[in-house]
């Protein structure tokens, strides 16, 4: 079985920054995507960002690349989001995902690809 816990979340002022990291635990993370996934009030889940295993494949939303940055440490299996330039819009429970992705493949956008997840952490930024 695979946990997921974030950290990092918290209240900022439009314009700040945050990071958030994702610690993995409960099997051994080899060929896993990870990635973060955000839920506003009364909206969808939505993508945000995700990574390969080996992190030479990223991919972002529209409406956070070169805002937002994704990295990981394998040898700590965690993840990051690194949030600059943050807005009020941004203000969801984020959560991070992961599963088994051949390195082949593409990093899924999509919440239905990944099997584990972590229980989210509210992000709120205020104006």
């Known amino acids: 079985q695979v946990q997921l816990s974030e950290s990092g979340g918290g209240l900022v002022q439009a314009g700040g920054s945050l990071t958030l990291s994702c610690a993995a635990s409960?099997?051994?993370?080899?060929?896993?995507?990870m990635g973060w996934f955000r839920q506003a009030p009364g909206k969808e889940r939505e993508f945000v960002a995700a990574i390969s295993w080996g992190g030479s494949q990223t991919r972002y939303a529209p409406s956070v690349t070169g805002l937002f940055t994704i990295s990981k440490n394998n040898a700590k299996n965690t993840i990051y989001l690194q949030m600059n330039s943050l807005k009020p819009e941004d203000t969801a429970v984020y959560y991070c995902?992961?599963?088994?992705?051949?390195?082949?493949?593409?990093?899924?956008?999509?919440?239905?690809?990944?099997?584990?997840w972590g229980q989210g952490i509210q992000v709120t930024v205020y104006s």
């Open positions: 995902a992961a599963d088994a992705i051949p390195r082949r493949m593409v990093v899924p956008e999509v919440p239905a690809a990944y099997g584990f």
């Open positions: 409960g099997r051994t993370f080899v060929d896993y995507a």
